[in-house]
């Protein structure tokens, strides 16, 4: 190729000063290209140094830190810059040789310069171009020169290699000739991007391009700068890196972390989240990643003390593998995940990002929760069902023995797996045990059951009730026998008790039904007589006389009310209880017994004892076990006796202690004393159920109860009971309480005024007993109340339509001819006729009725029997709350 800076011969006739002035203007021409090829050259240094830099800051920064990496790249990077300085020498050496030669020429005006002078002077400028050619084709990157329009004006060795060109069929060429935009933007990339390129003058990022001869996309990190000329951009130059492999390494390794299905996770260690995959979104049920991104690692690994242990766990070494986490999901439930971790850190050491995996085992860890929990019930289950378990082969020796069967029959495992089948059964029972074992052996039975009477290693036969089935192999082939047996003695025993319980449950209910019975002619005979009382001018006899009729009815009030109470209990309920009170009632309830045997109760009530909190009724039954234990165990010994109770404070309880003068109990029968079961009465004298019962109870009050024999004879049983600690207020209201039930005990009614929130009102009564009927009649109107009465809901119901009434008496069991046999539907039909006018509702009943309880449309319960001073009390009561009610 002919060289374009060689001039050719000269015309004939061309003067020589025309010669020196081509000549000088090819050399100033020359020197001009020279500074911008030289201006060029150092800027692609440069731009080069800079993009490597840039590009590979990591990685340099990283191997940086390594003393190995140190004593290589020193000298490599000093004899590279050494290299370079004695390139440069020597190329201004050669410029200086050719602006020598040229002076020389343009000062010879009288000669033109000969031919050898010229050779040497373009032998100079050819090489000062290879060099440069040279250092430019070193590069490993791609580097390109174009106009503004699209024309390659220069190019390295590596752009040629890349588009499969020769130097001469790029140089002027298109570069859209040779590639291609790959991105979408087609041949009009540079048009769209060349304005904007043109204000900036500079512009970094990956191109994605298609080579146009080979076919193929490639990825290149571009660093484009603007070439001026006088301040005008007029071209431009391309320093690019082919990063395709890095790109399609990172495509994959994207795949991978989008297709992972464990969670993939980058955060900081100022708790933020860099990155996850969607496995870690879904995992932690997000609806999004930017959702996911949003929330701090606090918010999803709540653990604050476990964050700290991982993270001192990561910093100290290079994996932190396998660690079990619990993570909070969107929410708020929590799962089980293994944590994998490592920690990334800068040139200086320091940790700028944690990075790792998780894995959710929350779903394993309950299946293996599953899985222990059923081995572990299955080992347990064999360990501690109450059933014996038996296991026998073909030949009836035993395989396997249960625990349970010392505590059955008394025989440790060893002893009974050296024995055959129905060694120790009755001789009775072993013809149909050996049978039907041999029924199952051979499979002509797949279950049955049998009684059999075992002889215990003390002595004594046991009814076992054995389940027989059989015990197949892997090949469904019958391999032995599996029995379970279930000690039945007791429970045969406790058959025959329960049907002395049924009686005595009957008993009760008959009971229940004599006082409700006898509830109504009690209320008239207390009326009846506090009537009576009230009247002037009876003479002394005739008021001790009507003060005797009035207690003793109240006594009999008193003692159908315990029988109410103790035959139809209600359901538990734990109150504030004075003790002395629930003693009283007890003995009320089995005074009868207690004085035919000639049997003496010495009680004094305390007043100054603080209540307990529990249930009446149930302690009522501890104490009456207790106080019947009492008189039968006086009764073994002698004709008659005495039983002490007292009642004492001892720290935080109240101690009641029952104490007796009768047989006592002797030292083998105090551990057992509190078994059920155990009694030392004779056959049919009890169950054996009454203390562990009591027992029972009073720890269920947070108490207990101890026993001791007395050494002059008898025993005393302490019940501790924790006291309630009263404030003043309360203490002030139960002594109120108490004085009115010792006056209401003593049948002491002093007259009292009636309030005038009563005077006058219009009371309606509904009951089927005539007494009642007029002794409500006479007692209110005597005391200023306008009463009418009724014995059918139909007759109430046409007295209320006629006129208003304030207030409605109704029994709550009707026996009479109308429609309605329960108070409550009786009432409410009542209601219904009486318009918008309604009364207020009290019930009468004669059966047990909790104090507190209301019935409907906060209607109240009056308890029969009852003193016409309980029913104004009553309904003073119920027209105040509502007076106060109407107010507000």
């Given at each position: 190729?002919?060289?374009?800076?060689?001039?050719t011969?000269?015309?004939?006739g061309?003067?020589?000063d025309?010669?020196?002035a081509t000549?000088?203007d090819r050399l100033?021409?020359?020197?001009?290209?020279?500074?911008?090829?030289?201006?060029l050259?150092?800027?692609?240094l440069s731009l080069?140094?800079?993009a490597?830099?840039?590009v590979?800051w990591d990685?340099?920064r990283?191997?940086?830190?390594?003393f190995d990496?140190?004593?290589v790249a020193?000298?490599?990077l000093i004899?590279?810059?050494?290299?370079?300085?004695?390139?440069?020498?020597?190329?201004n050496?050669?410029?200086?040789?050719?602006?020598?030669?040229v002076?020389?020429?343009e000062?010879r005006?009288?000669?033109p310069p000969?031919n050898?002078?010229?050779?040497k002077?373009f032998?100079v400028?050819?090489r000062s171009?290879q060099g440069?050619?040279?250092?430019i084709d070193?590069?490993d990157?791609?580097?390109?020169?174009?106009?503004l329009?699209g024309?390659?004006?220069?190019?390295?060795?590596s752009?040629?290699?890349l588009?499969?060109?020769?130097?001469?069929e790029?140089?002027g060429?298109q570069l859209?000739?040779f590639?291609?935009?790959?991105?979408?933007?087609g041949?009009y990339?540079?048009?769209?991007?060349?304005?904007r390129?043109?204000?900036?003058?500079?512009?970094?990022g990956v191109?994605?391009?298609?080579?146009?001869?080979r076919?193929t996309?490639h990825?290149?990190?571009?660093?484009?700068?603007?070439m001026?000329?006088?301040?005008?951009v007029?071209?431009?130059?391309?320093l690019a890196r082919?990063i395709?492999a890095?790109?399609?390494?990172?495509a994959?390794?994207t795949?991978?972390f989008e297709?992972?299905?464990?969670?993939?996770?980058?955060?900081?260690?100022e708790d933020?989240?860099l990155?996850?995959?969607p496995?870690?979104?879904?995992?932690l049920?997000?609806?999004s990643?930017?959702?996911?991104?949003?929330r701090?690692?606090?918010?999803?690994?709540p653990?604050?003390e476990?964050?700290k242990?991982i993270r001192?766990e990561?910093?100290?070494?290079p994996v932190?593998?396998?660690?079990?986490i619990t993570?909070r999901?969107?929410?708020?439930t929590?799962?089980?995940?293994?944590?994998?971790?490592?920690?990334?850190r800068?040139?200086?050491?320091?940790i700028v990002?944690?990075q790792?995996?998780?894995?959710d085992?929350?779903?394993r860890r309950e299946?293996?929760?599953?899985?222990?929990k059923q081995?572990?019930?299955?080992h347990?289950?064999?360990d501690s069902f109450?059933?014996?378990?038996?296991?026998l082969?073909?030949?009836?020796?035993?395989t396997?023995?249960?625990?349970r069967c010392?505590?059955v029959l008394?025989y440790?495992?060893?002893?009974i797996?050296?024995?055959?089948?129905?060694?120790?059964a009755?001789p009775?029972d072993?013809?149909?045990l050996?049978?039907?074992y041999?029924?199952i052996?051979?499979g002509?039975?797949h279950f049955?059951?049998l009684?059999?009477r075992?002889?215990?290693?003390?002595?004594?036969w046991r009814?076992?009730?054995?389940?027989?089935?059989?015990?197949?192999?892997?090949?469904e082939?019958?391999?032995?026998?599996?029995?379970s047996g279930r000690d039945v003695?007791d429970l045969?025993?406790?058959?025959?008790?329960l049907?002395?319980?049924?009686?005595?449950a009957?008993?009760?209910q008959m009971l229940?039904g004599?006082?409700h019975?006898l509830n109504?002619p009690?209320?008239?005979i207390?009326?009846?007589?506090?009537?009576?009382r009230?009247?002037e001018g009876?003479?002394?006899?005739m008021?001790?006389?009507l003060?005797?009729?009035h207690r003793?009815?109240?006594?009999?009030?008193?003692?159908?009310q315990?029988?109410l109470?103790?035959?139809r209990?209600?359901?538990p309920?734990?109150k504030?209880i004075?003790?002395?009170t629930?003693i009283?009632?007890?003995l009320?309830?089995h005074e009868h017994?207690l004085?035919r045997?000639?049997?003496?109760?010495?009680?004094?009530?305390r007043?100054?004892l603080?209540?307990i909190?529990g249930d009446?009724n149930?302690?009522?039954?501890?104490?009456?076990?207790?106080?019947s234990?009492a008189e039968?165990a006086?009764?073994?010994?002698?004709?008659s006796g005495r039983?002490?109770?007292?009642?004492?404070r001892a720290g935080?309880?109240?101690v009641v202690?029952?104490q007796d003068d009768?047989?006592g109990?002797s030292p083998?029968?105090?551990p057992?004393?509190?078994?059920p079961f155990?009694t030392t009465?004779?056959?049919?004298g009890g169950?054996?159920?009454g203390?562990s019962?009591?027992?029972?109870?009073?720890r269920e009050?947070?108490?207990t109860?101890q026993?001791?024999?007395?050494p002059?004879g008898?025993?005393a049983?302490s019940?501790y009971?924790?006291?309630?600690?009263e404030?003043p207020?309360q203490?002030?209201?139960n002594?109120?309480?108490?004085?009115?039930d010792?006056?209401s005990?003593?049948?002491?009614?002093?007259?009292?005024p009636?309030p005038t929130?009563?005077?006058?009102?219009?009371?309606?009564v509904?009951d089927?007993e005539?007494?009642?009927r007029?002794?409500?009649?006479?007692?209110?109107?005597?005391?200023?109340l306008q009463?009418s009465s009724a014995?059918?809901a139909?007759?109430a119901?046409?007295?209320i339509?006629?006129?208003p009434?304030?207030a409605l008496l109704?029994d709550?069991?009707?026996?009479?001819?109308g429609?309605?046999?329960?108070g409550r539907?009786a009432?409410?039909?009542v209601?219904?006729?009486?318009?918008?006018h309604?009364?207020l509702?009290?019930?009468?009943?004669?059966?047990y009725v909790?104090?507190s309880?209301?019935?409907?449309?906060?209607?109240?319960?009056l308890q029969?029997?009852?003193?016409?001073?309980?029913?104004?009390?009553?309904?003073?009561?119920a027209?105040?709350?509502a007076k106060?009610?109407?107010e507000?």
């Open positions: 190729m002919p060289n374009p800076f060689r001039p011969s000269p015309a004939h061309e003067s020589s025309a010669r020196r000549v000088g100033e021409q020359f020197e001009r290209r020279q500074r911008q090829l030289w201006r050259t150092y800027f692609l080069f140094t800079i490597y830099v840039a590979s990685a340099i990283s191997f940086a830190r390594r990496y140190l004593l020193g000298p490599v004899l590279l810059v050494a290299l370079f300085i004695v390139y440069v020498w020597k190329r050496n050669e410029m200086a040789e050719l602006r020598g030669l002076r020389g020429i000062q005006h009288t000669s000969s050898e002078q010229l050779d002077l032998s400028i050819e171009q440069y050619r040279d250092l070193s590069f990157d791609v580097l390109v020169a174009v106009t329009n024309e390659i004006r220069a190019a390295n060795r752009f040629a290699d588009v499969g060109a020769t130097f001469q790029m140089i060429y859209s000739e590639v291609q935009d790959a991105g979408g933007d041949p990339l540079i048009e769209r991007a060349l304005p390129f043109i204000e900036k003058r500079h512009w970094t191109a994605q391009v298609r080579l146009k001869k076919h996309v990825y290149f990190e571009c660093v484009i700068h603007a001026m000329r006088e301040d005008q007029h071209g431009m130059t391309i082919d395709t890095s790109r399609r390494n990172e994959r390794f795949e991978l297709t992972l299905q464990e969670g993939i996770y980058i955060v900081t260690p933020e989240i990155d996850a995959n496995a870690l979104v879904r995992i049920g997000h609806d990643k930017a959702e996911l991104l949003s701090k690692v606090s918010d999803i690994f653990d604050r476990l964050r242990v001192q990561v910093d100290l070494q932190l593998a396998g660690r079990e993570l999901r969107k929410d708020g929590l799962i089980t995940c293994l944590n994998t971790a490592a920690a990334v800068d040139p200086t050491g320091k990002r944690y790792g995996a998780l894995m085992i929350t779903e299946i293996e929760r599953r899985l222990h081995q572990e019930f299955a347990r289950l064999v109450p059933d014996l378990i038996l296991v082969d073909t030949e009836a020796n035993y396997f023995v249960s625990p010392q505590e008394g440790a495992g060893e002893e797996s050296e024995l055959k089948l129905g060694a120790r009755h009775e072993q013809p149909k050996m049978a039907l041999r029924d052996i051979a002509r039975q049955a059951s009684q059999v075992i002889r215990h290693k003390q002595g004594e009814k076992i009730f054995f389940n027989f089935s059989p015990l197949f192999d892997e090949g082939k019958i391999e032995g026998v599996v029995l003695t045969k025993r406790l058959e025959e008790q049907i002395q319980a049924e009686k005595l009957a008993m009760g229940a004599v006082a019975e109504n009690l209320t008239a207390l009326g009846v007589t506090e009537l009576v009230e009247r009876l003479d002394e006899s008021k001790r006389q003060d005797l009729t003793q009815a109240r006594r009999a009030a008193r003692i159908v315990n029988l109470e103790f035959s209990p209600a359901s309920q734990k504030a004075d003790l002395s629930i009283e009632r007890t009320q309830l017994s004085r045997n000639q049997v003496q109760v010495d009680f004094t009530p007043t100054d603080p209540p909190v009446a149930q302690l009522i039954q501890v104490f009456l076990n207790l106080i234990n039968q006086i009764r073994e010994v002698r004709e039983i002490q109770i007292r009642l004492a935080e309880n109240v202690t029952v009768g047989v109990i083998e029968a105090m057992k004393l509190f078994d155990y009465k004779r056959p049919g169950t054996g159920l203390l019962i009591c027992l029972s109870i009073a009050h947070g108490g109860i026993a001791e024999p007395l002059g008898g025993s049983f019940v009971l924790p006291a309630v600690l404030s207020a203490s002030s209201a002594s109120v309480a108490k004085k009115r010792a006056d005990s003593s049948g002491g009614d002093s007259p009292r009636v929130v009563l005077r006058g009102i219009r009371v309606l509904l089927d005539e007494s009642i007029s002794l409500l009649d006479e007692g209110l109107s005597a005391h200023g009463v014995s059918t139909e007759e119901a046409r007295l339509s006629n006129q009434y304030d109704c709550l069991r009707l026996k009479s001819a429609s309605f046999n329960d539907a009432a409410a039909h209601l219904a006729a009486a318009g918008s309604r009364p509702v009290i019930y009468m009943t004669g059966e909790d104090p309880t209301t019935g409907p449309d906060g209607a109240a319960f029969k029997p009852f003193r016409i001073l309980d029913v104004l009390a009553i309904m003073r009561e027209f105040v709350l106060h009610g109407s507000k």
